[in-house]
């Protein structure tokens, strides 16, 4: 199991940045992608943006594209994802989680993420 802690959310305004880090304990070598969720009030959790153990891969929605940037230090074990030019529509509880399957490429099933963290809240204002 890889146990996962979130922090860096807040209340910023639009067009302004965040960067939210995750912190890995446990069995982190098994964590093959790492990627970083958001749900908002009435919706559900959707993919925001992943990336592999290597770095070599990423995937970002196309609500974000431009915007955000995953990234992560092996050697901290820690997650980070960049927010920059943020919206309202940001808004929502944001979760990193981990993958320990061995797959080709990214996968941006939601289930198929084993561990998650407890979320940390951003909120956009306009």
């Known amino acids: 199991q890889v146990l996962l802690v979130e922090s860096g959310g807040g209340l910023v305004q639009a067009g302004g940045s965040l960067r939210l880090s995750c912190a890995a304990s446990g069995r982190t070598s098994s964590a093959t992608v790492m990627g970083w969720f958001r749900q908002a009030p009435g919706k559900e959790r959707e993919i925001v943006a992943a990336i592999t153990s290597g770095g070599g891969l990423t995937y970002y929605a196309d609500s974000v594209k431009g915007r955000f940037t995953i990234s992560r230090d092996n050697a901290k074990k820690t997650l980070y994802l960049q927010m920059n030019s943020l919206k309202p529509e940001d808004t929502a509880v944001y979760y990193c989680?981990?993958?320990?399957?061995?797959?080709?490429?990214?996968?941006?099933?939601?289930?198929?993420?084993?561990?998650w963290g407890q979320g940390t809240q951003v909120t956009v204002s306009s």
């Open positions: 989680a981990a993958d320990r399957t061995i797959r080709l490429g990214i996968t941006t099933r939601r289930d198929d993420y084993d561990d």
